[in-house]
């Protein structure tokens, strides 16, 4: 059997913490359970857990019905890229490295900085990024429409290339 030992006071003396110390004996050599200073400490603790998951889940109560309360608490996002171009003081004031945006860019189908139309921080660290409308891919409705115009142009080269009839 171990007993586990805690140090205590500036003499680094040790005495024993674990079940068998709840036990003291009496004047009159019988034995007594008594609280010792770690059961304390643990109903302290418990407590102090306890508060604070309710002050958490009141502190997201009030977040996520409150406006003013997010921007207050959490903050607002930070535009750090505008029309390809870097804002370096938002950077400094941020502690973030040009080469930190370039990957996050590239991550999100950029291939620099410069095809970036507005690039946002946002306050849970995530970076938007917008690309200007000459760099984003096409979307399946933009080649729907290419491919209608393509059947339309299709159509009017038959019909002048037709042979006439006379």
Not at 3 to 19: I, N, W
Request: glycine share 8%; proline share 4%.
């Amino acid at each position: 059997m171990t007993v586990p030992f805690e140090p205590a006071g500036k003499q680094s003396c040790l005495r024993p913490t674990g079940p068998e110390s709840l036990e003291e004996e009496t004047s009159d050599g019988a034995r007594s359970v008594g609280r010792s200073g770690a059961d304390r400490r643990g109903v302290v603790r418990t407590v102090a857990v306890y508060i604070l998951i309710g002050l958490n889940t009141a502190v997201n109560w009030w977040l996520a019905r409150d406006t003013r309360a997010e921007r207050l608490l959490e903050g607002t996002a930070t535009t750090i890229i505008q029309d390809g171009s870097l804002d370096e003081r938002a950077l400094r004031r941020l502690s973030l490295h040009t080469s930190e945006i370039q990957h996050a860019v590239l991550l999100q189908n950029g291939d620099s900085i410069s095809d970036v139309a507005r690039g946002q921080l946002e306050p849970d660290g995530q970076l938007l990024i917008s690309l200007k409308d000459t760099e984003q891919g096409a979307t399946r409705g933009d080649i729907q429409a290419l491919q209608a115009s393509l059947d339309t142009i299709e159509q009017l080269l038959r019909h002048l290339t037709a042979p006439r009839t006379t």
